[in-house]
DNA sequence: CTTTGTTTGTTAAGTAGCCTAACTAATACG
DNA sequence: CGTATTAGTTAGGCTACTTAACAAACAAAG
């Protein structure tokens, strides 16, 4: 019995993890600047890399001169790390990202379905399946093992089985099968472009706050002290079904908010109220109405601003439950410069002090959300346990 | 220069600093119950509580002798550990409890206040004051040092004291100053309720739930993975100003929900139909419907439920937007066993799966659950920084 | 070109806080 | 009175960090 300990897959250091999320989650940096945030000595980091380099888990990417004294090693994740797919199954495009654990894109690509698809159905699992496929043949060696696959769903998603059966979210595996052994983390969409904007968008720097979404549909993605909220059933969220309408002696209707303040509705609103003898014919859709809006038209300002004092109604209701202190507006109705000013008075009036901001990102959000949460799933799966 | 390292507030351990936040949790233990519990060893045990002997933080409670073995100490919070006040500074009464940081009660104290106050004010102030008055002139040396003082209050309370400009909440300091350098923990009494009803009431075992108080007023405190939810302005739970009235054409009015809802608009609703030539006379308060429903009197019946179905309708819209999962349902209305299957069927309806249940605890709640808290803030001020 | 000050990185030695193994002590039970 | 069981201590060791000191590599000043 000889002693091969050194050689076993060794059980990484609390030290070295840390090195290793920290390249991970910021990007490539020296030893000096990670043991500086994570308040760790030299020699602790020299050997926490070393851990790392000998599984290939990070490389040198370049030498850094400071203003003053000896050039650094700037250090990234490596090959061994590998990589991860994000998908984004909307409703129109399906949308796939692929990149290492610190988003270095490795390969993107963006199929447009044949037609708008108002639920998660079969055709989209097939489109899902299709673009996963072509990432697979196409992967390189030097991608490194595919660590986790994150898909976007529009549909609740929940946690455990049971609970999952009510649920339209595994409708996406009805033609796509996963591959083997590979973790695979499920979103729902609207979750994914409140995660996106924390980081790259609108609420950069804000650790609590709400993402809601105004176009065909209506959706909120809620993030309490840096902690998406899902919500027993994944429905957390799903302000769709807020009671709607509601006064005394009127019983609410289940869904009707979101039928009301949903595209579609609001357009049928725009057109039963648009001047019949005017110059201007009646927008055909909702970027028409925003477009006309957004020039002036009076009657697409008016029916906007009416729309826009709804969606304050429903954000004051979003305040007067969890106090986001932020709203973050976004959706194809919502990512209008013209709503927030209109939905912060109204949410300011009706409840408690709200900042409106409309989305930082385009429709990239929910890919950039579902890469950065594959990516959270993948790195402690790679350190082992922890 | 002599070396007296040993004589100075050593800092403690982290197994220490575990086993005695175990032994403020979860009351008195042996080592190696304690030990189990944490996943330590026993010789580290034994060095954990020798190092919080040493500084009196536990003391020997008593000898226990299992089925079979040798018997083994058992150890609680000692006297140098301190005591904390918790006090509900409720509408009617002012509750105070002394107790030790394990729950154990020193003393407990009611006063009734001369007629039911609809906001803080410095009469409320004033009463607090002559309560923690007369503990602290109570207070005895076994009970050692003051840790931290709690006040549930029935206001809105915000962190930062930019936000608490806009609040009630320091109207409980116009008459009353805290002793000096005692921390002071100050907490909404809604969100107190909820606590207490997670850790001894109708949640236990719930790491996500909602406590929607119904009465004279309407609150929620809400507490997602164990973690109380409070909102950028404190005002979280705020589900007063929820959006109502609210249907095509009619506008929201602030706060309306909450005259709607609460229990002086209910029993006008109830006098306008109750039979005027009926033998029995329109009950005088909540109360008295209540107790007359429950007795099966048909009119009583018929206006709780209808009052349910609106309790019903604003649960929906809580589901909808946190998908708690559970509903405790308290407050002077809220209390009655007739409301949750009413609610429970219209929440379902409306939203996702909830389930309703109603408190577990009596007016207890509020005290139990500040008292919790404060034991919570002041133990790692006890225990150093960690 | 040399010196000086600064930063990076390594080496050596020490320490805190846990562990296991082995022992002693105290109890119930046959 | 021995045996099995549980509580508690002692001794020794290991891991993951630390500090201190030094070596290496650089910019800028002399």
Redesign the pocket.
């Known amino acids: 019995m000889w002693d091969q300990d050194k050689k076993l897959p060794a059980?990484?250091?609390?030290?070295?993890r840390?090195a290793f999320r920290e390249l991970a989650r910021t990007g490539p940096a020296?030893?000096?600047?990670i043991?500086q945030i994570l308040?760790?000595?030299?020699?602790?980091?020299?050997?926490?890399?070393?851990e790392l380099e000998e599984l290939a888990y990070v490389d040198v990417s370049r030498?850094v001169?400071?203003?003053?004294?000896?050039?650094?090693?700037e250090y990234r994740v490596g090959v061994a790390a590998g990589h991860v797919i994000s998908v984004d199954a909307g409703s129109t495009h399906i949308q796939t990202r692929v990149s290492t654990l610190d988003r270095r894109l490795l390969m993107s690509q963006t199929y447009r379905l044949a037609s708008s698809q108002h639920l998660l159905n079969d055709y989209i699992s097939q489109a899902v399946a299709d673009q996963v496929q072509s990432v697979l043949v196409a992967a390189r060696t030097d991608w490194g093992p595919l660590r986790a696959l994150g898909i976007a769903v529009p549909a609740r998603v929940a946690e455990t089985p049971k609970d999952r059966e009510r649920t339209e979210q595994d409708v996406i595996f009805n033609r796509f099968t996963p591959p083997d052994g590979i973790e695979v983390v499920l979103e729902n969409n609207v979750n994914c472009a409140a995660v996106a904007e924390q980081l790259y968008g609108a609420a950069v720097g804000h650790s609590t706050f709400a993402y809601v979404q105004i176009g065909l549909k209506i959706g909120m993605g809620l993030m309490l002290s840096d902690r998406l909220v899902r919500g027993r059933n994944g429905a957390a969220g799903e302000i769709g079904h807020l009671a709607f309408p509601w006064a005394p002696g009127v019983r609410p209707v289940p869904g009707e908010i979101e039928r009301y303040i949903g595209a579609e509705a609001l357009m049928g609103r725009v057109r039963a109220k648009w001047p019949p003898k005017g110059d201007v014919p009646a927008p055909a859709d909702a970027d028409a109405l925003l477009a006309l809006a957004e020039a002036g038209n009076p009657t697409a300002v008016e029916e906007l601003r009416r729309h826009a004092e709804d969606v304050g109604a429903l954000v004051a209701s979003v305040v007067s439950i969890v106090d986001p202190g932020l709203v973050v507006l976004g959706g194809g109705v919502g990512a209008s410069p013209l709503l927030p000013p209109i939905v912060s008075h109204i949410a300011n009036r009706l409840s408690y002090p709200v900042e409106v901001r409309r989305t930082g990102l385009g429709r990239d959000a929910t890919v950039l959300g579902i890469e950065r949460l594959t990516i959270e799933a993948a790195i402690p799966r790679i350190l082992g346990q922890s």
């Open positions: 059980s990484l250091t609390d030290s070295a840390a020296t030893r000096p600047q043991g308040g760790l000595s030299r020699p602790t980091m020299s050997a926490a890399i070393a030498e001169q400071g203003p003053l004294g000896r050039k650094a090693l």
